[in-house]
Every structure is written in C-alpha cells, then in structure tokens.
C-alpha cells in the first residue's frame, strides 16, 4: 500500500514517452542513496587532522618511542573519519569508539610482543613474501572489520556490501601486496609501500562502508554553484603555476624518495593524496548522476490523498507511492528520484491502474536537481585543489 501519492499533469499526444518529450520513468537508475565515493571522501576529507594523529603515533620521528608502532594512531583516526562520516547517536559513538580503539590497543601489544619492545625490525626483516601477505591481511581485516564493529555498535543494522567500493578496494589490497613483494625496506627504515601507507590507503573505504544507508544532501541550488566552478579552476590554474614554479625542488624531492620514505613520511604524503583522488572521484560521480538526473520524471502535484493519489499519466489514472521523504504540498513541481513501474494491486487479473513506485519526491524540476548536484561536484573539485596544495607543500 503506498505511503504517500502525487498526481502530475501531462498533455498526451502519443502513448510513447519518447514522443510526448517526456522523460520515462527508468527501473531506480538512483534511489537517492548517497554514492559511497562521496562517503569515502568525506571520511578522507579532514587530512590535516589525520596527519597530526599520524605524526604523534606512527614510528619515523625521534619524539615517538620504539614501543608506539602506530597501530592506535591509525585506530583514532579510523575512529574519528567513522563519527565524522555518519554522525551516529552518541551511545552509538562511544560503542564505536571504545570498540576501534580498543582493538589498537591490542594491535600495539601485539606489534610489541612480535618486535620484542621495538628493538627488532619486525615486518620491515621478513622475507618478501611474508611481508606481502602481512600487508594484505592487515588491509583486508581493516576492511572487513569495520562495518562488523559498526554494526555491533549500531551504527548500522547490518555490514552492508558496497560493491564499488569491494572491487577497487581488494583490487588496491593486491596492488599494496603486491609493492610490498617487490620493493623491499631500503637503508633499514625507509619503505616504498610501507603497512601504514597500505592501511591509510583502506581506512577513509574502511569507513565509507561503517554506516547505514544514507539519503543524498539534495539542498535547493544557490547562485554560488557555478561560481565554485571558477574557483576550482582558478584554484587548479594557480596550483599549476605553482608546481611549475618550484619543478626543480619537487625534481629534487622525488630523487630523494628514490630509495623509499620513513612511515611517518610516506603517511603524511599519502593522506592528502588519497583525499585529493577521492574528492575527484567524488565529483566526477556527482557529475554524472547530475547529468543522468535531467531525463528523470517530473511533474506538478494536483490532488494528495490519504496514503495514495492519482497521476495523469498516457491517458491513464496513475498512483505514485513514495518511499521516503515529506510529501510534497498541492501545486508543487516535483521530481521523482528512483521511480520505476509498479504491478497494480487492484482487480481479478491485476489489471488495475497504473502504479509508480518511487524513492523520493525533490521539490524542483530536474534541471533545478542537476544543478544541486553539480554545485556539490564543483565544492568537491575545489577541495581537492586544497588537497593537491598539501601535496605540493610536502614535496617542497
């Protein structure tokens, strides 16, 4: 029975969407879930707070003693991009807490009582294929872990798959292991793809992935949408300057990263970085969906009933029950999000009246929608203009 129902006005000329200039309402193309990329990049977003928990923690400085192996800094900052990402209740939030950073407790003592307090090389001395395998492992229990934990603390009733996100991300988990194989720790503490730079790599996924469903952020569109454009070129354009400005200390600086980093260095490199590929990421989904959003159907809101309406659709009553959200008020223009066809549920032969199903109703025609979308891709590629600037300031 449908929760809520609409009905839209449509001017008929032909029974074929196609020619009536109407968009077809396509079998939930999106739901209005939130793109877990975009997840992913909120979770990486703050990496200049994740550096300074990194450099308090991770070996490579002379202030961080032999027995901190930098298990418990990674577990805050993996417990920090988990709250930061899905704003849980706050029992919620200390269960998760307590839970993540518990477990790198216990990952440090491990780490001591394999490395007897520090003064052996541990992972860094094991042979090629050992450290490989250790890498991988670590990625993939980060990985599997969390939502697992997230759900015993509620955050999320369930550890549910993302599978975008599962095929990039074991598919990095074999490129880390894979590094590690190949490029062995040089001048004993410096590493090309060290277990720390594996596992930042894993956490902002780690944390994409330990949430519930989330609703997309739909706000109305601001004038500033297009302007966030211009200030992500402009601010691309400068970084580029920038660069090549300085192309021969950044020349300089990768020389010297011939033969590896310290963890710690090849940490703070790898944060920003990793927030800048996923901020691109990020936009480029919301680019795309803003542009697969314009053929969605649309229309104005005529009569609301009690828990169903009628919409004038190819000559034909039409009843539209929306899922989620508020119901819409009389006179509103709306766009469906995630529509599809419906079986009726009237008459012997289930040959009632056509039935829509959709997930939401955004007030707003779907260019209005378009252009919501593009102003959050554009406030992503201005963020990672920010991002790249870090980068630029580590190689220098």
């Not at 417990?79 to 706050?90: D, E």
Request: aromatic share 6%; with cysteine.
């Amino acid at each position: 029975m449908p929760a809520h129902a609409m009905t839209m006005d449509a001017a008929i000329e032909d029974t074929s969407p196609a020619a009536r200039g109407r968009p077809e309402a396509q079998p939930r193309a999106w739901t209005g879930a939130e793109s877990p990329w975009v997840l992913a990049a909120v979770a990486a977003a703050p990496w200049p707070l994740w550096s300074v928990l990194a450099f308090g923690g991770i070996p490579g400085g002379a202030h961080v003693p032999a027995i901190s192996h930098g298990v418990l800094a990674l577990a805050a900052v993996l417990a920090l991009m988990g709250l930061w990402t899905h704003r849980p209740s706050g029992r919620s939030a200390l269960k998760w807490s307590l839970a993540v950073i518990g477990t790198g407790l216990m990952g440090e003592l491990l780490a001591n009582a394999l490395t007897d307090m520090g003064r052996d090389a541990g992972i860094g001395g094991a042979s090629d294929g050992v450290r490989a395998v250790v890498v991988w492992c670590i990625c993939v229990a980060v990985y599997e872990v969390a939502p697992i934990v997230a759900a015993s603390a509620r955050i999320t009733r369930s550890e549910r798959r993302r599978w975008s996100l599962d095929v990039v991300a074991h598919a990095a988990f074999l490129l880390a292991a894979a590094g590690a194989y190949a490029w062995e720790p040089t001048w004993g503490d410096s590493w090309f793809v060290s277990p720390w730079l594996a596992v930042v790599v894993t956490l902002p996924l780690a944390a994409a992935r330990s949430g519930p469903r989330r609703e997309a952020e739909l706000p109305r569109p601001r004038p500033r949408g297009g302007a966030l454009f211009g200030v992500a070129a402009v601010g691309w354009a400068l970084l580029v300057g920038y660069a090549a400005a300085n192309a021969e200390v950044i020349r300089a600086s990768l020389h010297e990263m011939r033969w590896g980093v310290d963890a710690v260095d090849g940490v703070l490199l790898a944060l920003p970085t990793v927030s800048l590929a996923l901020s691109l990421v990020a936009a480029g989904a919301l680019l795309y969906r803003a542009l697969r959003v314009r053929r969605s159907a649309a229309g104005t809101i005529t009569e609301v009933g009690d828990r169903g309406v009628t919409l004038e659709l190819l000559d034909d009553p039409t009843s539209v029950a929306i899922d989620d959200g508020p119901l819409p008020e009389v006179g509103q223009s709306v766009t469906l999000i995630g529509a599809a066809p419906s079986p009726p549920g009237v008459g012997p032969f289930r040959d009632g009246a056509p039935q829509l199903r959709a997930r939401r109703a955004w007030v707003g025609e779907p260019a209005e929608l378009s252009r919501a979308l593009l102003q959050r891709a554009a406030g992503w590629l201005v963020w990672s203009a920010a991002c790249a600037l870090g980068v630029l300031l580590r190689l220098l």
